[in-house]
């Protein structure tokens, strides 16, 4: 696919920075334009990658942020989006609308900017354009408190409903016991980075060869139609180099076509790789079972892509999902050190961590108003003296 992608927020415009390293140094041909918009004028200062005058500060009128941020509330976060989104359209004259499929709006559930902006944003894209508008949103990790928890249980409906199909990724599932919190963010978005670019670049022409049964941007686009959430599982496998280079004579001799004497290790080995995706962590867990439509992307050297390997895998998942609604293809890449799969979980329904996030936030709401409702009472016995006996001046 060929996208635009947008950032919202701080955690949002940290994931476009990574989406755009990892398309650089993997030599993958996905996105056709990045723009981040923050409330944070030090969070854009951060960015190594989205280009300067791609960076939108907004809410620099409003007397709550004066780039300063949406302070976690995304009520501001909301409001500012909404002023201030003839600024963010403008800079959207730029996006080369003959050449894109679609928009990737991406933002953190838990913060201010991100879970009150991205949903507003997401409904004016929607609006101005024909092409799709696909989310990527990060839920936040039980350690980041009620008040995050809140905000993303909050922002989910508004975000799904604003978008065509919203991508999650469960921070919770990915923390690392005594990992520091930067480390952690910059690890988590790597790990966003290459699961998404793996899957949404697929079939893309950037010099790469073209296989007879290479996926291309019409699979991905129907497998997102189904609307609701999904998930992203992800398996690769390093290739030895005198594998590669022995597989790779062969492959001269016999242009690559191994359909009459393919490798039995090729085809267990993408056959493994898919199981063990879906089998071990998904960017957000969920219930295979309840996805309606399904995808798998393989990638790496054309020599060790199995075409029986993922007709079989395809076969699996179709058993494993109860759907027939399952597309599979490869996506060569002729210099690649790994073997990797991405699979795509469409409108999964079974999720349990959106479950577990919504009692959260119930609960963190009940706190708020309990404390909200015994404050002015806690504050006036403070300033108070006991016998009320002292006259304020």
Request: charge should be negative.
């Amino acid at each position: 696919m060929n996208l635009a992608v947008i950032g919202f927020g701080n955690a949002g415009g940290k994931i476009v920075d990574k989406l755009l390293e990892f398309e650089r140094d993997t030599g993958r041909s996905l996105w056709r334009f990045a723009l981040a918009v923050n409330s944070a004028e030090i969070d854009l200062e951060r960015l190594e990658y989205v280009p300067r005058d791609h960076q939108i500060l907004i809410g620099q009128t409003d007397q709550r942020v004066k780039g300063r941020g949406a302070g976690a509330d995304p009520e501001v976060g909301a409001s500012v989006a909404e002023r201030d989104s003839h600024e963010i359209e403008r800079a959207l004259d730029g996006v080369p609308i003959h050449d894109i499929d679609g928009f990737l709006l991406v933002a953190g559930l838990g913060g201010g900017t991100g879970s009150g902006g991205a949903p507003v944003f997401g409904e004016t894209l929607d609006e101005l354009y024909e092409e799709p508008v696909y989310g990527l949103g990060v839920l936040p990790s039980a350690d980041e408190g009620g008040r995050a928890a809140f905000n993303a249980a909050r922002s989910l409906p508004s975000f799904t409903e604003a978008t065509e199909n919203l991508l999650l990724f469960d921070n919770d599932t990915w923390r690392k016991h005594g990992e520091t919190v930067e480390r952690g963010y910059d690890r988590t978005n790597w790990e966003i980075a290459r699961r998404v670019v793996t899957l949404l670049a697929a079939g893309e022409i950037d010099g790469s060869r073209v296989s007879e049964a290479a996926m291309d941007s019409s699979d991905v686009k129907r497998t997102l139609s189904t609307g609701g959430v999904s998930t992203v599982a992800y398996a690769s496998e390093e290739l030895e180099s005198s594998t590669k280079e022995e597989k790779g004579l062969l492959s001269r001799f016999t242009d690559g076509d191994q359909s009459n004497g393919e490798h039995a290790d090729t085809t267990m080995k993408v056959h493994g790789l898919v199981r063990k995706a879906v089998q071990s962590r998904m960017t957000c867990p969920a219930d295979l079972s309840s996805a309606e439509r399904s995808l798998i992307v393989v990638s790496g050297p054309p020599e060790e892509v199995s075409q029986k390997g993922i007709r079989r895998a395809r076969r699996w998942l179709e058993e494993e999902t109860g759907s027939v609604e399952v597309l599979a293809g490869d996506d060569p890449r002729e210099y690649a050190d790994t073997l990797s799969v991405a699979v795509l979980l469409s409108n999964v329904t079974s999720v349990p961590r959106i479950d577990r996030l919504q009692d959260q936030g119930v609960e963190a709401k009940q706190n708020i108003e309990q404390q909200s409702a015994t404050r002015e009472d806690e504050i006036s016995d403070l300033i108070t003296d006991d016998g009320n006996e002292l006259d304020p001046i």
